[in-house]
């Protein structure tokens, strides 16, 4: 694919060699209009067989253009860029076959924005596919970890269960084994089942 890109001075500085037969590309539109860059797009006649395209992109009332060629490609779209904001623009395309090029199209004007009304034109209402796939991991990452605290509480909860029911079965003994020491510190008794009595 080979792409040519000139700076012309003057309109009548561009010389072509028209082919008769060849018919000017229509529906000429610009898409994807911002601030600083645009694309044009084409459709061509049936019939002619094309082996590429020629723009040329003009500043109102300005005598300065620029000719953009490609040949060796079917595409019927091209790129425009280091356009001015709030600027008018006149663009002509013309197709390219091997006996020459065809009549230009005709004449299609358009303005680009500023740079502030393209930001403004996104409407909020209006998500991206890369919103969504951000807002779909932002979703997964929530899910996750609101999962992994409610296994961390109910964990813990499990955990405060069992001691307490460690702790409640084992308080029943304690108060056995409490009764038993007092009991064993209480004044001895006698063998014989008598109280000892200290010896005068």
Request: glycine share 4%; aromatic share 6%; with cysteine.
């Amino acid at each position: 694919m080979e792409r040519f890109f000139l700076l012309v001075l003057s309109c009548l500085g561009v010389s072509r060699v028209t082919a008769d037969s060849l018919s000017p590309p229509v529906n000429v539109t610009i898409k994807a209009l911002k601030a600083n860059s645009a694309v044009v797009t084409w459709d061509i006649p049936e019939g002619d067989s094309v082996i590429g395209f020629a723009i040329t992109q003009q500043k109102k009332d300005v005598r300065m253009l620029r000719f953009i060629q490609e040949v060796n490609t079917t595409t019927r779209s091209c790129a425009l860029w280091d356009l001015e904001e709030e600027t008018d623009y006149i663009v002509h395309v013309q197709s390219i076959s091997m006996s020459g090029t065809s009549p230009l199209s005709e004449p299609l004007r358009f303005r680009t924005p500023k740079e502030a009304e393209t930001q403004a034109s996104k409407s909020k209402d209006e998500v991206t596919m890369e919103e969504v796939g951000q807002t779909t991991q932002l979703r997964a990452g929530e899910l996750i970890i609101i999962v992994v605290v409610l296994i961390m509480w109910a964990g813990v909860i499990a955990l405060f269960c069992r001691q307490y029911d460690i702790i409640k079965d084992n308080e029943p003994n304690n108060n056995k084994d409490k009764a038993k020491n007092s009991s064993e510190c209480s004044t001895p008794e006698h063998p014989t089942g008598g109280l000892l009595r200290s010896k005068v």
